[in-house]
């Protein structure tokens, strides 16, 4: 019974045509304007990134979804930036914490926006917000690029460790050593570790520099 129901959800998930993609130039262009899309409405961006490893394989996933990530964020920022930057003026006025976020962006610049970018706030919700703010645009970009690779190398490790699982039960491609896939288990909790540690330095950093900023001189 239970060989049975594992054949059939597996079975299942390789039928599966949800987002029916290619691993060829003109799929990745797709995915990267799926995931654009996605990212204007707010929907999460990790299982995308899941999914890119799965679909595209380690480096070539990691590039595609690098580069959906990257247009995302340029699309979400100039949207924010020039159809409701007025908006976030008046935002800015009405509540302190907004107020003393941009004055550090402004003045702490890409140093500020690289912490903030390692906080674990939703990806368009912080590029939406970086639009609201006075940070450059090339500073938002270096910031966006330097804070996803980590994120972006685990998840996209995490696909590819999805499919080898899925072809070790339907016996599938080479067969996979047992110790190859607790390598790759260590491997992607090492990473969630130092990303986990890397978003509570930044957060730390964060209320430092912003309680520096709020100090009268």
Same mark, same amino acid.
């Given at each position: 019974?239970? &060989? $049975?129901?594992?054949? /059939?959800? =597996? $079975?299942?998930?390789? !039928?599966?045509?949800?987002?029916?993609?290619?691993?060829?130039?003109?799929?990745?262009?797709?995915?990267? @304007? %799926? =995931?654009?899309?996605?990212?204007?409405?707010?929907? #999460?961006? +990790? #299982?995308?990134?899941?999914?890119?490893?799965?679909?595209?394989?380690?480096?070539?996933?990691? &590039?595609?979804?690098?580069?959906?990530?990257m247009l995302s964020a340029f699309l979400n920022f100039s949207l924010s930036r020039w159809v409701a930057r007025d908006w976030g003026k008046k935002l800015s006025g009405r509540y302190p914490l907004v107020? !003393?976020?941009?004055?550090?962006? %402004?003045?702490?610049g890409l140093r500020f926006a690289i912490l903030l970018r390692m906080c674990p706030v939703p990806f368009g919700v912080a590029n939406y917000g970086f639009g609201l703010s006075g940070l450059p645009m090339? $500073?938002?970009?270096?910031?966006?690029? =330097?804070?996803?690779?980590?994120?972006?190398? +685990?998840?996209?490790?995490?696909?590819?460790?999805?499919?080898?699982?899925? /072809?070790?039960?339907?016996?599938? @491609?080479?067969?996979?050593?047992?110790?190859?896939?607790?390598?790759?288990?260590? !491997?992607? &909790?090492?990473?969630?570790? =130092? &990303?986990?540690?890397?978003?509570?330095?930044?957060?730390?950093? %964060?209320? /430092?520099?912003?309680?520096?900023?709020?100090? #009268? $001189?």
């Amino acid at each position: 019974m239970g &060989a $049975s129901l594992i054949e /059939e959800i =597996v $079975s299942r998930l390789q !039928s599966a045509n949800w987002l029916p993609l290619g691993t060829g130039m003109v799929s990745a262009v797709l995915f990267c @304007g %799926v =995931v654009m899309g996605a990212q204007i409405l707010l929907i #999460p961006v +990790t #299982p995308f990134s899941i999914y890119a490893g799965f679909t595209f394989g380690f480096w070539r996933g990691f &590039a595609v979804i690098i580069s959906a990530k990257m247009l995302s964020a340029f699309l979400n920022f100039s949207l924010s930036r020039w159809v409701a930057r007025d908006w976030g003026k008046k935002l800015s006025g009405r509540y302190p914490l907004v107020q !003393s976020m941009n004055d550090a962006l %402004v003045q702490e610049g890409l140093r500020f926006a690289i912490l903030l970018r390692m906080c674990p706030v939703p990806f368009g919700v912080a590029n939406y917000g970086f639009g609201l703010s006075g940070l450059p645009m090339s $500073s938002f970009t270096i910031a966006t690029f =330097v804070s996803i690779i980590i994120p972006s190398l +685990t998840l996209t490790a995490l696909g590819v460790s999805m499919h080898q699982g899925l /072809e070790t039960l339907t016996d599938a @491609g080479r067969p996979h050593s047992p110790w190859q896939m607790v390598a790759t288990m260590l !491997s992607l &909790a090492a990473m969630f570790l =130092v &990303a986990r540690r890397i978003a509570l330095i930044a957060m730390k950093r %964060v209320k /430092e520099t912003k309680q520096k900023l709020d100090t #009268p $001189s």
